[in-house]
């Protein structure tokens, strides 16, 4: 018997990053009222999915509200997955001179979590 490649196998035991549910990891979703002017954080997005906090300014009025690897998942419930890192950027200064934002982010809890 030869054995050659057999895709369903893969099929198996391979679960795409597209297709995971939110079963797949453990994540919280934050509330953080940010207030208006800058917010001293720095938003990336590599993968064009959803933005993610890369630095924390220690002069942010978020520090201690927001960490390193958040994931932003709206703003004033504005969807903000698929923004650029400039798009975002933006987006948050067009909104600087509101009394207040409402940042929605997802905090992996480290059960099930991978780093990004």
Same mark, same amino acid.
């Given at each position: 018997m030869?054995?050659?490649?057999?895709?369903?196998?893969?099929?198996?035991?391979d679960t795409p990053e597209g297709n995971k549910t939110e079963e797949d990891a453990s994540f919280e979703r934050i509330s953080v009222e940010a207030p208006a002017g800058m917010l !001293?954080?720095? +938003?990336? /997005?590599?993968r064009m999915d959803l933005p993610i906090?890369?630095?924390?300014?220690?002069t942010s009025a978020l520090h201690g509200?927001?960490?390193? !690897?958040?994931? +932003?998942? /709206?703003?004033?419930?504005?969807?903000?997955?698929?923004?650029?890192?400039h798009q975002i950027s933006t987006f948050l200064s067009s909104r600087s001179k509101n009394p207040t934002r409402r940042l929605i982010l997802a905090r992996g809890t480290g059960i099930g979590t991978t780093a990004i």
């Amino acid at each position: 018997m030869m054995f050659s490649d057999d895709p369903t196998l893969e099929d198996i035991y391979d679960t795409p990053e597209g297709n995971k549910t939110e079963e797949d990891a453990s994540f919280e979703r934050i509330s953080v009222e940010a207030p208006a002017g800058m917010l !001293g954080i720095v +938003l990336d /997005n590599p993968r064009m999915d959803l933005p993610i906090v890369y630095a924390i300014k220690e002069t942010s009025a978020l520090h201690g509200k927001v960490r390193v !690897g958040d994931l +932003l998942l /709206n703003v004033d419930e504005i969807d903000c997955r698929g923004m650029s890192a400039h798009q975002i950027s933006t987006f948050l200064s067009s909104r600087s001179k509101n009394p207040t934002r409402r940042l929605i982010l997802a905090r992996g809890t480290g059960i099930g979590t991978t780093a990004i």
